[in-house]
């Protein structure tokens, strides 16, 4: 360390919890750059998000009923509910967790010309607005939206201090503070106020009132250097600067809109193109931007009109071709839930990361209470198995291939939970949207947010502004996230205890996302419905017969052991009503536990398993026999003799869902035994251990993939035995399996192209 810096260092000691000076401040805040541009993190995704306490502020009270409250008014560790700072920032700001600022009071102008103090003596102090999700990563200079000399009000602000024991002014909540555009230097909250001149000193010419004196086509120039260099949301700055001036500038506006569009902000594009059209109404370029707007709001009726307009103008534009026929499939999706599957496979596996581009379908089902569960989602009419119930684009998603790149930075005691990659970044991921999409806020929000959280009370319709709620995004989405995985369901419903389980964890960390609708379906263990993820969509299809009214239910998890389950539940904390429950409950605990032992000697063999000796053989079937005893009614196994007949068994499409039935201990070590005997090339026993595996597996949840795969290990198995018919007919129920998953129309193919694959 220099001398400089050591002097530097130990004068920061010496005034540790005390305001620092604005020489401090800036030397501080120059060192900070400096180490951002050194360590180039701005690759890394930093998923941290932040929350003050364990419900951190985010202001209610309207602007008009906030009084203002002056930088040296501010007390440490405290709310200053009812108070608005005004102040402006002085730096250019950079972000590591969050965007750091150092801004200063105004000075309050006495009538007699003077003013209540000088310009050194104005006080300065650091302001950290956290959970500004805009920008990914570390930036050493975010001033294109926060320029220096940018007015801001933030409300009901925090002071407090901070890690490195000096204090600072900490905004939560991106909706609590209001960047002031040049218009609205006018209002009440600034009468008699104004600002100090040591901006000019410190950045030369910088005109403390604006945010940059430059021509709209300059600014346009430059927001279009942006957009080349795919930084649409400072484009965006500059273009709001540009249209600041020149409110009827229809190329910016229509410029705006594109940048909007990268950005996925489809309302604000759609604001812009719309606006841009009453100024300039023929602009094909502006027209294509405003259907591309409507497609993304899934308004795909009116986007199918404009384009369809667009088309008898231009009939051989490509681009507009093909946004067209993709519309029109959108409109089949949306309003008959109809989706080619196999192609939205295809397309989730040629596609990183797998967002699809689909419309969201909801078939015959609705929310409704339910007794004891809160909401809940019921069939609208009698459904049949297969039926689509609703197909749903991920509000958001993190998949396991982005993970690379995501880095947690702990800032305060964060509860062990946040370190799971995929859920942190999926909560930064909510409230970015939240804070882009404020009018998705209602629908998040409405959604269950854990025992320790109230439902949702605002009343709006349409939340005004952005209000990112830290804490309910975390238990929404500790509640409702999905484990994605293409081809598969397995819901996320794991919490994080200790650090060692969370190391375990990442590693295996297969990604997370929320969506919304299938967030009201509640838990069965024999569910009637079964979620399929492909990418980012949630396919809900009914597994049985279903008749309206009726609730219906998914799976939580997959079908195991009764205390296997209940301790799957146990975070959620409610207890499962369903029948296969209360039959185990009312088993004697005897048997409870005799299970429970025979299973724990089971996992204990395993590894030895795994490694196929033949040895094995007897163990596992020692274990499976002594299984068996503990249910009530166990099918005996088939006899050496009837087995030589080579007859094959009734074909038991387990469409009934008795409880009796499931005898779910056997399934995992009579898994294993069937391999054991293939590897050993015992068939026949293998066959018979397929066929009462198939037989044990009612259809419900994950059982019918499973399902499917044993009805093809079936198949294989009377195809070697020469039984050709029976394997045909084993072949028939596996891909029969496969339509209760895909549908009837896609079912067969879609079956067919997981088999090539697997194969290739
Ligand atoms: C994904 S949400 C389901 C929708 C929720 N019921 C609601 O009101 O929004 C999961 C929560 O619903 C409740 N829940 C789900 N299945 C349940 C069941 N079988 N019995 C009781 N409560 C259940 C639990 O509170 C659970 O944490």
């Known amino acids: 360390m220099d001398p400089f810096e050591l002097l530097f260092e130990q004068l920061l000691i010496s005034q540790q919890g005390r305001r620092l000076s604005r020489h401090l401040l800036f030397e501080k805040h120059k060192r900070s750059v400096a180490h951002i541009i050194t360590e180039q993190h701005n690759d890394i995704i930093n998923a941290s998000y932040t929350v003050t306490d364990s419900s951190p502020h985010s202001a209610k009270t309207p602007l008009d009923s906030l009084k203002r409250i002056t930088l040296s008014e501010l007390c440490l560790d405290t709310v200053h509910h009812g108070r608005v700072l005004v102040c402006r920032n002085i730096v250019k700001p950079f972000k590591m967790n969050a965007v750091q600022l150092i801004v200063e009071d105004p000075i309050v102008e006495t009538g007699t010309g003077n003013s209540s103090a000088t310009d050194s003596e104005v006080v300065a102090d650091r302001l950290s607005l956290y959970n500004f999700v805009n920008f990914v990563g570390w930036r050493s200079d975010v001033s294109d939206c926060l320029p220096v000399g940018a007015r801001l009000l933030i409300k009901e602000p925090y002071y407090k201090m901070a890690a490195d024991k000096f204090p600072m002014v900490r905004c939560d909540n991106p909706g609590d503070v209001i960047i002031l555009s040049n218009e609205q230097v006018d209002m009440p909250l600034l009468n008699g106020l104004k600002w100090s001149d040591a901006l000019k000193i410190s950045y030369g010419p910088v005109q403390a009132a604006k945010f940059e004196s430059s021509t709209p086509d300059q600014l346009r120039f430059k927001g279009n250097e942006k957009v080349k260099h795919k930084e649409y949301a400072s484009a965006i700055a500059i273009y709001t600067q540009a249209l600041a001036l020149e409110p009827n500038n229809a190329i910016v506006l229509s410029n705006r809109a594109q940048a909007h569009l990268e950005l996925q902000q489809f309302r604000q594009a759609l604001k812009d193109a719309d606006l841009a059209l009453t100024i300039e109404a023929g602009n094909i370029k502006t027209r294509f931007r405003q259907a591309k707007a409507l497609y993304g709001m899934k308004r795909y009726q009116e986007a199918g009109g404009v384009l369809r307009d667009l088309l008898q103008a231009n009939a051989t534009n490509t681009g507009i071709q093909d946004t067209f026929r993709r519309t029109l499939e959108r409109i089949v999706e949306q309003q008959f839930g109809r989706y080619k599957v196999l192609d939205v496979f ?172 299938p967030s009201y379906i509640n838990h069965s263990c024999v569910a009637n419905a079964h979620p399929i993820i492909i990418g980012d969509l949630m396919f809900i299809r009914a597994f049985r017969d279903i008749a309206k009214d009726e609730e219906v239910c998914i799976s939580y998890f997959p079908l195991s052991p009764y205390q296997e389950r209940k301790e799957r539940l146990q975070p959620r904390k409610f207890d499962c009503q369903c029948p296969l429950c209360e039959f185990e409950r009312s088993e004697p605990a005897a048997k409870h536990t005799r299970r429970h032992q025979l299973l724990e000697d089971f996992g204990k063999l395993v590894p030895k398993i795994g490694t196929g000796s033949a040895d094995m053989i007897p163990r596992v079937e020692s274990i499976v026999s002594d299984l068996r005893k503990t249910y009530p009614s166990v099918i005996p196994p088939k006899t050496e003799g009837s087995r030589k007949k080579k007859k094959s068994p009734k074909v038991d499409l387990g469409t009934s869902i008795l409880p009796q039935q499931f005898r779910l201990a056997l399934i995992n070590p009579l898994d294993h035994l069937g391999r054991l005997y293939l590897l050993h090339n015992h068939r026949e026993q293998a066959l018979q251990v397929f066929l009462e595996l198939f037989g044990l597996m009612p259809r419900c949840g994950d059982m019918v993939q499973k399902r499917m795969g044993y009805a093809l290990a079936i198949s294989s198995e009377y195809e070697a035995l020469g039984l050709l018919g029976t394997r045909n007919q084993w072949v028939d129920v596996s891909k029969k399996e496969s339509e209760l998953m895909y549908g009837e129309d896609e079912g067969e193919k879609v079956w067919a192209y997981k088999h090539s694959v697997r194969m290739a």
Not at 352 to 364: I, T
Not at 391 to 418: G, N, Q, T, W
Not at 425 to 449: G, N, S
């Open 346 to 517: 295809q397309e989730a596996r040629l596609t990183h990361p797998p967002r699809l581009d689909h419309a969201d379908y909801v078939g015959p089902v609705h929310v409704v209470q339910v007794a004891g569960k809160g909401r809940g989602i019921v069939a609208t009419q009698d459904v049949r198995p297969g039926t689509l119930l609703m197909c749903s684009k991920a509000y958001a998603i993190v998949f396991k291939e982005e993970l690379a790149k995501v880095h947690i930075r702990h800032i305060d005691d964060l509860p062990m939970h946040k370190n799971y990659l995929s859920k942190t970044y999926l909560i930064t991921k909510i409230a970015h949207r939240v804070q882009q999409e404020p009018w998705t806020t209602r629908e998040l929000y409405d959604l269950y947010a854990g025992v320790d959280l109230p439902p949702f009370i605002d009343q709006n319709p349409e939340i005004e502004g952005s209000q990112i709620d830290m804490a309910r995004i975390e238990g929404i989405t500790l509640a409702n996230c999905f484990k994605p995985d293409n081809d598969s369901w397995k819901p996320f419903a794991e919490l994080m205890v200790t650090s060692e389980e969370d190391e375990v964890h990442n590693k295996l960390d297969g990604g997370a996302g929320l969506w919304i609708l």
